[in-house]
């Protein structure tokens, strides 16, 4: 997170570091600035909170993951008699009996132990990742109510929210999302339509105006899911819709100020998580839900051994200080968008699934559907990254920093990024530079401000270095990734 008065500038062995417009069109079909390659993996992780110094001729990531220390396998060999290794022990006494015979079984138990400990968690998350491979009959049927896919997928992008939010389902007979009238409704099932998209129960709901001409009317009885308890209908009494909210969100005990690049307060943005890989704060995340946390999919690299194993990971929410943890979740599963492309980072966005549910913290609100933010909103990024690209430590404390919302068109325009920005991400910062995320911001949240709520505009990304001119920060964009969200929050749901 920075905030800095003068644009940041790299020095290379006394040489200033400089892209160029014909840099940018060079590099114009090369993959946005790496997120793997800032700190050595060979070497053993730094004592928090001090980083390696990062390389001057590197463009900065959004992420640091942290290297792992190498463990060497047992030499075993050494400790079997000779004879056995030769194939001339000829009997049972001198194979397994005596002082050599007990000293092979006790090897071959320890190196059993070993590969247990050391591999077996990989192995079983391979085995229940091949297990959980989503597959769907040729019969299967979207938003029917029955789950035909064997992890639901057929099922688990037929609901949505409008303005006001405004409840909309599709059917596999609507094949178009329509609000769900209010004539029938009541608590119950505004507790399943919201345990249906991963949510505990509805906090509140109400009723509203609409001009729709169709409608999803209530059937007798409510099934497993609001798809399959609804029918089209072109009447609606008094043209009443329901508006559904699944949680209390978006409004922070602590009045938000109006100035950037400063330490946040507590409480102020309580839906902030901090994401510890093997003990050292590696991303940021956002509370979405009680059991569900939403963060950057490039925070779990391949490359990286053991990224993708859950029990390596703990997250802290609502914390203001990396000197004052709370007491951490676990996570259960990792999920990542099955789309994200390492080499362009789009759709670069992922969820965790909490062991159990955060309990007293407030969730970000999720926008609606068509929900637009404009320029002249507040919107705000948070974390605990660098304040400075030439600082060598993350900071301790929780920053916030004030950033406008850039137009597509700009962001993509031959003087800032070049073309190498999709319909899935979105940029945020200051042109003239000194307002940015920074390394160790991954993941963490771009919010902005409306109707008195913040709503979850983006996910920190990538970026070429911090705060620099003409280079904002790159944020995956909520807005058009929302039905992946409540599909994957459906389908994993409590």
């Known amino acids: 997170m920075t905030e800095n008065k003068h644009i940041a500038e790299v020095q290379v062995e006394s040489t200033r570091f400089i892209l160029t417009d014909t840099d940018m069109e060079h590099r114009q079909t090369e993959a946005p600035p790496s997120y793997d390659s800032v700190v050595n993996q060979n070497t053993a992780p730094p004592l928090y909170p001090s980083l390696q110094t990062l390389s001057a001729n590197q463009i900065l990531p959004y992420h640091i993951p942290q290297p792992i220390p190498q463990t060497p396998a047992p030499r075993a060999a050494e400790t079997i008699p000779s004879q056995r290794r030769q194939g001339l022990c000829r009997s049972k006494r001198c194979c397994y009996g005596g002082s050599s015979g007990a000293t092979v079984v006790v090897m071959l138990v320890v190196i059993a132990i070993w590969l247990g400990v050391r591999y077996g968690p990989t192995l079983w998350a391979l085995s229940k990742s091949t297990k959980e491979t989503d597959t769907c009959p040729p019969s299967s049927v979207d938003c029917d109510g029955k789950r035909d896919c064997s992890q639901g997928s057929d099922e688990s992008r037929c609901v949505r929210f409008g303005t006001a939010n405004e409840l909309q389902v599709m059917t596999f007979k609507s094949s178009v999302f329509l609000p769900v009238c209010a004539q029938g409704w009541n608590k119950n099932i505004a507790d399943q339509t919201c345990q249906q998209l991963g949510f505990r129960q509805h906090h509140e709901y109400g009723f509203l105006l609409t001009n729709s001409s169709s409608f999803q009317s209530m059937n007798s009885q409510f099934t497993n899911t609001i798809q399959g308890s609804v029918n089209r209908s072109t009447s609606c009494p008094g043209q009443q819709a329901v508006s559904l909210h699944c949680s209390k969100c978006g409004k922070p005990p602590v009045s938000t100020r109006i100035i950037g690049g400063s330490v946040a307060a507590d409480g102020q943005w309580p839906w ?47 914390l203001v200080s990396q000197l004052r943890l709370p007491s951490p979740y676990y996570v259960h599963k990792i999920i990542l968008h099955e789309n994200y492309d390492p080499a362009t980072k789009n759709n670069d966005i992922a969820l965790l699934k909490l062991n159990k549910p955060a309990s007293n913290v407030q969730p970000i609100c999720l926008p609606v559907f068509g929900q637009k933010f404009s320029p002249a909103q507040q919107c705000w990024t948070t974390g605990f990254g660098l304040t400075r690209q030439e600082a060598d430590s993350i900071s301790t404390s929780l920053m916030e920093v004030k950033v406008d919302l850039i137009d597509l068109s700009v962001c993509n325009s031959h003087t800032v990024y070049h073309g190498s920005i999709t319909e899935n991400m979105q940029c945020a910062g200051d042109l003239r530079g000194g307002k940015d995320s920074c390394q160790g911001d991954s993941g963490g949240p771009l919010v902005c401000k409306a109707d008195d709520q913040w709503y979850l505009t983006g996910v920190t990304s990538w970026g070429d270095g911090c705060g620099k001119q003409n280079r904002p920060g790159v944020y995956s964009n909520v807005g058009r990734l929302l039905m992946w969200i409540y599909g994957k929050m459906q389908q994993e749901r409590p």
Not at 287 to 314: G, V, Y
């Open 272 to 318: 902030q998580a901090s994401l510890h890989f093997q003990g050292y704060h590696t991303c940021g995340g956002t509370l979405l839900a009680p059991d569900f946390i939403i963060t950057a999919a490039h925070c779990f690299p391949k490359e990286t051994r053991d990224s993708q194993m859950p029990s390596n990971w703990k997250v802290y929410i609502g």
